[in-house]
């Protein structure tokens, strides 16, 4: 069922303690849209690029069957460009360079085709930006999922208040659900994400897996031991893609569907990190897929007797 | 099935930013042994008091049916004390001060009653004492679990790793297992603690639950999310008590019932944080326990269709 992802495409340039990359397709967008491609079509992108961006990694999305009537290209500014360099965890990064570029000036526009999406996908971008692709839709789709990020809690708190109020599903990770809420408890912060306007709250704690809040309920995916992590960047855009994917691949918005599309958001992240940038979402079967999903089945499984 | 439950016995200072006590019931085998006293029968103590160790506090593990016949009460020494003060994010603690008090000769006695128990807990404890009382059983019990932490590592290494290579299963946390082998990522940790001689590794995260490896396979408890804690001391031990109570029970040490006692453990664990010291862990029912467990399986608990 059709489904809308918005976000930035970008390029990134990364270090870890395995290695460095000046230059490597990135951007919200791009990760969401290439997860989500492998569960659902169409998969229709709401974004904006520069001159700068390469034919083969616009061919690279097209490879996946994503529409990308919805990219603007601007001949005159540069794609977004974001430099980051993890600590030897893993589990924290600098951001060195932060270009917004096109996405500075980014107006989003939606295609006469995209009207009647069923599934809405806003992935980290400006509030501002956010709310507006959901007031251009002329029927609410059937779910709205937002994803964020402390900047943005930092620099455009109320805008980003009137966004979350609109969604059904917040996305966010725990240091941030923490800063949003003011609460250390990740389950009273997620009360008051829910009391916020979205019914489901979801927060990923990176290697420590991710939880779904929905009214009284609570269900913890677990996060797959990894022997190691090469590159996170993207994953949490990742489990976003892998997330929606899901939902709009069945059309099931119950709590019990959303917590299957929690496990295969989180068995997609587990590919992103095994390589840098987006490289191990490119190539991916179902059958890949599935044998990871039953992993997380076999991790997460228990009987009492 | 006879449990033989070895560790400190002490009073404890504790610091966390819902409250303060300057003397409160505490030590490793404390938790252990008042945890696996809700699964199994005998729980038979070794451990060490001083004259300062009141009544009323051997009368709560009366109360228990803890065996104390193991426990020795030293008239000239004062019990091991402990002082710590946790930080606002209640994950990481100062310790203030350690008084050895009678832990500094503590020369473990096995009375004849234990001989023959199936099986053996060492809680935190120089990993001397606890080979010693490895070699003072007459037959090596069916499955020997211990728990450690990094202060043996930074000050008894090589006697630790003898230990370690004596037992079944090791437990231990996050950092620890880190410290210990040297490897960030976990699953490679817990491949090197099995090389060194246990058949199986848990890795204890704290609020993100606990891992439990054996051979290839992988298993993670979730954490189940609380609106407080209030205090975390003891929770580790805790969890080993309710884990070593299950499979003292059930007689099985097979993984898949080994999952189960890591739910358990996580579940006794859970309700120690509630409440500052041992407090929340002496008045448990059955039911209480069980309406626990059961609110794990419906945190961790999903299926694909």
Known sequence: MSLVVVGSMAYDAIETPFGKTERVLGGA?????????????????ISVVGYDFAESDIQIMRDHEINLEGVQIKTDEKSFFWSGKYHNDMNSRDTLVTELNVLGTFDPIV??????????????????????????????PKLIAMDTMNFWMDIALDSLHQTIAMVDVLIINDEEARQLTGEYSLKR??????????????????????????????????????????????????FAGGFIGHVAKTGDVSFDNLKRAVVYGSALASFCVEKFGPERLLGLSPEVIETRVNQFVRLANFDLT
Do not use: W
């Open 111 to 140: 295609p006469a085709s995209y009207q009647g999406c069923e599934y809405l996908l806003l992935g980290n971008l400006s509030p501002d930006v956010q709310r507006l692709v959901i007031e251009r839709l002329d029927k609410r």
């Open 189 to 238: 912060a997620a009360k008051k994400i829910m009391s916020m306007g979205p019914k489901f709250a979801v927060i990923k704690k990176g290697e420590h897996g991710a939880l779904l809040f929905h009214q009284d309920e609570v269900f913890s995916a677990p996060g797959l031991p990894l022997e190691e992590v090469f590159d996170p960047t993207g994953a949490g855009d990742t």
């Open 29 to 45: 967008a791009t990760y969401i849209a290439l997860a989500s491609s492998y569960f659902t079509h169409p998969v229709q992108t």
